[in-house]
């Protein structure tokens, strides 16, 4: 449908102020309300041009626009000011040529459903106002969305869940949200799961034939995300990371491709989606995994006070990274009042089995909890159980809550008097508006059985995971953002150098080394096949962008937007 804006009251004495005035063509598709919240943004629009450059006290009297469509009309009184002469660019228009090629939505500023999708999970990022969000139904959708970015030269952000701590699932470009592809099927043990599921609906249909796949606790968590970065879970120590458990992908290239990989078809693409980081070298549309029995779980959480804390750390270093495989017993140090230490986690056994192993963790403190319950559960009431326990305060809708972190790998214990000291930092000089939160979590088991080339995930010789987190209110005093660099700074001359891909942190120095480790060359060698003019990347730590050291010797160069391209298509 094609609705008419109407321009009146534009100042003749302003140069070029009459290019507004008059009746201006505006696409508005099946929806007559496009057309008013198109009036509303080119007003804004005219305004920013004003801001930018106006004539100093030529303001530009209250025009009327006017929305004609369907046989009724509705007036809205908006101010401009302007500079010269304003010409109606085609972004609108091309935006709208693009939803008129796919099934999914494609939503702009003003559009209803723009203000909630625009937004991440993570509310550091809630600022950031993209040109478009396009909910991609299909591979199809995606192969559109990317040929429109290339020719229009605009950045794109895949996003499946929003969870990254780096705000990498957003850009003031195009989001490229694949959570409208959400389905699960399972076939002889092999679930195909799309992109955009959320691990509590995962779970939910998985359970339904008592199979599962490890991976997180988070419930809004994104599959696809998850995956590509690693993925950690309570039966990662028996059954290797989330991507460990991946047999298939399939993956719309930049070029418009659609391939489906695994370890006989682009095998080079199938090992760089295993533990890389997502959104790198194509948008991944679906995943296949190895299932596993879902099976019963006694869930445990003790509770020690912070007299206690530093015992904890010491005894739990030593002992949870060499427990059974079966076992996984995370450790986090917090509190919004008092600091309390939390140990919680899940044991593939029978609950006296449990009991057992954790009454060897007590004597090794020497104190024992404040608190301590045990419960013997099907699979998917554990998961439900353990979500959340131990964690900073959550933020309420109208409270959004800004987290930052640093994490680290470590090979070996951390010497008491850093335990000492990262303790008294964890409350020492702490804010208004602020919760900390220390978090360790164990690798070892199958994590480590898996050799570090075999997948794109590096860090098979790892004990532990340390995490620093602040989770602050947006105008908390920035001492709480000094503390995490400080934290980290304790631990630090002891961790391996290497960082979990799905926790980015943008202040790295050598981020190659602490992501990649010795894959960084084959993942630039993948990048260059797959991805050559580098459309896909990160504003910072980019498989397309090099460490100034480098010279810019690998880099990849861009060709011009829409340069070399052919029309999108499939390869099996």
Not at 517 to 542: H, I, M, T
Request: aromatic share 6%; hydrophobic share 40%; with cysteine.
């Amino acid at each position: 449908m094609r609705g008419v804006l109407q321009v009146s009251g534009a100042e003749p004495a302003l140069p070029g102020a009459a290019d507004l005035r008059g009746d201006h063509e505006v696409d508005v598709l099946e929806d007559p309300d496009v057309l008013l919240d198109a009036v509303e943004r080119q007003a804004q629009r005219l305004s920013e041009l004003a801001d930018r450059g106006r004539t100093a006290g030529e303001p530009l009297e209250d025009p009327a626009a006017r929305r004609v469509g369907q046989g009724e009309e509705r007036s809205i009184e908006c101010r401009a000011i302007v500079h010269r002469s304003v010409h109606y660019s085609q972004e609108d228009t091309q935006i709208h040529g693009l939803a008129s090629r796919i099934a999914g939505e494609v939503l702009v500023p003003g559009a209803p459903g723009y203000e909630s999708a625009r937004k991440p999970a993570m509310a550091r990022w809630h600022d950031i106002r993209p040109r478009a969000v396009v909910m991609c139904e299909s591979a199809s959708d995606v192969a559109e969305t990317l040929a429109f970015a290339r020719r229009s030269g605009v950045r794109v952000a895949a996003r499946s869940g929003g969870h990254c701590f780096a705000g990498r699932s957003s850009t003031r470009g195009i989001v490229i949200d694949v959570s409208p592809m959400s389905s699960v099927s399972v076939e002889a043990g092999v679930a195909t799961v799309g992109a955009g599921t959320r691990l509590a609906d995962l779970y939910d249909a998985l359970d339904e034939s008592d199979l599962t796949i490890p991976a997180g606790c988070g419930p809004t968590v994104g599959i696809a995300g998850l995956t590509l970065g690693g993925g950690l879970g309570i039966l990662g120590r028996k059954h290797g990371l989330t991507c460990d458990r991946l047999v298939a992908a399939r993956v719309v290239l930049a070029d418009g491709r659609v391939v489906d990989c695994d370890e006989q078809r682009h095998a080079d693409l199938f090992w760089a989606l295993r533990g890389a980081g997502a959104g790198q070298f194509g948008i991944v549309t679906s995943l296949a995994f190895a299932t596993v029995p879902a099976p019963a779980t006694t869930t445990f959480h003790l509770v020690w006070p912070a007299r206690d804390a530093a015992a904890v750390i010491e005894a739990w270093q030593d002992w949870a990274p060499d427990a059974p495989d079966e076992l996984d017993a995370n450790l986090r140090l917090g509190g919004d009042d008092a600091l309390v230490v939390n140990l919680f986690g899940a044991m593939l056994g029978a609950e006296p089995d449990t009991v057992e192993l954790l009454d060897g963790l007590v004597a090794r403190v020497g104190a024992d909890p404040d608190a301590a319950s045990h419960q013997h559960l099907p699979y998917r009431a554990a998961k439900q159980a353990l979500v959340g326990l131990g964690a900073a305060e959550e933020a309420e809708p109208d409270r959004p809550r800004l987290v930052f972190s640093k994490s680290e790998f470590f090979r070996r214990p951390l010497p008491a008097d850093t335990i000492a000291a990262l303790v008294r930092g964890l409350g020492h000089g702490r804010g208004r508006g602020e919760s900390r939160e220390l978090n360790f979590t164990p690798m070892g088991g199958a994590y480590n059985r898996v050799p570090a080339d075999a997948t794109a995930f590096a860090h098979r010789d790892e004990r532990y995971l340390v995490e620093h987190v602040l989770v602050a209110d947006p105008d908390a005093p920035a001492v709480g953002r000094q503390w995490v660099a400080r934290s980290w700074a304790t631990t630090h001359p002891w961790g391996s150098g290497r960082v979990y891909p799905n926790f980015p942190d943008p202040e790295l120095a050598n981020w190659p080394e602490a992501y990649y480790a010795g894959n960084y060359e084959r993942l630039l060698r993948v990048k260059r096949a797959y991805d050559p003019d580098n459309l896909l990347r990160f504003a910072e730590q980019s498989l397309g962008s090099l460490p100034a050291d480098d010279g810019g010797q690998r880099g990849l160069r861009r060709r011009p937007p829409g340069a070399g391209h052919g029309a999108p298509r499939t390869d099996r």
